[in-house]
Nanobody, 124 residues
Framework: QVQLVESGEGLVQAGGSLRLSCTAS????????MGWFRQAPGKEREFVAA????????VYANSVKGRFTISRDNDKNTVYLQTSSLNLEDTAVYYC?????????????????WGQGTQVTVSS
């Protein structure tokens, strides 16, 4: 079992930035891929970004490319999502998750552990 705890919840004005963190415990491994997803009210959960701990390869959704940066500290079993140039459409609950896949997947079915989520609210 892998337990994931997100932090970094916040309310930020449009154009601002926020850093989210997710720390893994339990049977965590640096070889896992760790990813971020988000879910806005009334919408399906969507992929944001993911990074593999062994290769360092990362993948981004087109909607956040150039604005968000995913990084990882394997010693701390922690993944970060640095957001910038936030807009109203970025408002959502953000979840981190882990996957066995070395190539970071972008679909929820390939992730086996999920955090409880952290709220990001962007105001105009």
């Amino acid at each position: 079992q892998v337990q994931l705890v997100e932090s970094g919840e916040g309310l930020v004005q449009a154009g601002g930035s926020l850093r989210l963190s997710c720390t893994a415990s339990g049977r965590a491994s640096s070889s896992f891929t760790m990813g971020w997803f988000r879910q806005a009210p009334g919408k399906e959960r969507e992929f944001v970004a993911a990074i593999n701990g062994l290769t360092g390869n990362s993948v981004y959704a087109n909607s956040v490319k150039g604005r968000f940066t995913i990084s990882r500290d394997n010693d701390k079993n922690t993944v970060y999502l640095q957001t910038s140039s936030l807009n109203l459409e970025d408002t959502a609950v953000y979840y981190c998750a882990t996957s066995w896949n070395i190539i970071p997947p972008t679909t929820t079915d390939l992730y086996f552990s999920w955090g409880q989520g952290t709220q990001v609210t962007v105001s105009s």
